[in-house]
């Protein structure tokens, strides 16, 4: 059963480091062509780049880890609601030093059509700049279905 008391918890700072060869690789990822990820020196972030601070994130606080173990989640039952990327200026350059930190912002229910209620996990992932300056937050939905998925015989 999640926990709905967990809106507000939040897990230990990290930090991540927007590297130039990541930000191209990225970029080639995506499919992006754009010469400003590509060849500048001190590339801009693609928008969608902050998605890659999983890879920072410390082993305990991955999907599954701390965050989602104290909001009780049935990680066999959860499906990714997608991401929302909101800046409060420019995307971070090449050689920006970010401190990233997850909380929960809200947990709620929905009747599903086929698998009973839904359980819906909003959590919004703050980057500051150095100087403590909010750069940018990237809000995600985790969705845990109402029943397990059926196993093949």
């Known amino acids: 059963m999640v926990d ?3 809106v507000g918890l939040k897990d230990e700072p990290f930090e991540m480091v927007v590297e130039r060869g990541k930000v191209r690789e990225f970029a080639i990822a995506t499919k992006s062509s754009n010469p ?3 060849d500048d020196p001190q590339p801009v972030s693609p928008p969608t780049f902050l998605v890659t601070s999983t890879f920072w994130t410390p082993a305990s606080m991955r999907p599954g880890g701390s965050l989602f173990k104290k909001v009780n989640l049935d990680m066999r039952r959860v499906l990714d609601g997608g991401r929302e990327f909101v800046f409060h200026g420019p995307p971070p350059r090449a050689g920006t030093k970010l401190i990233a930190q997850n909380r929960v912002e809200d947990i709620y229910e929905k009747e599903g059509k086929r698998g ?3 359980t819906f996990v909003v959590t919004v992932q703050e980057f500051r700049d150095e100087r ?3 750069v940018a937050e990237m809000r995600s939905t985790a969705i845990e ?3 397990p998925p059926k196993e093949d015989k």
């Open 36 to 38: 400003a990820y590509l």
């Open 4 to 6: 709905k008391s967990a």
């Open 145 to 147: 279905t109402g029943r």
């Open 132 to 134: 403590g300056e909010l």
């Open 116 to 118: 009973g209620t839904m």
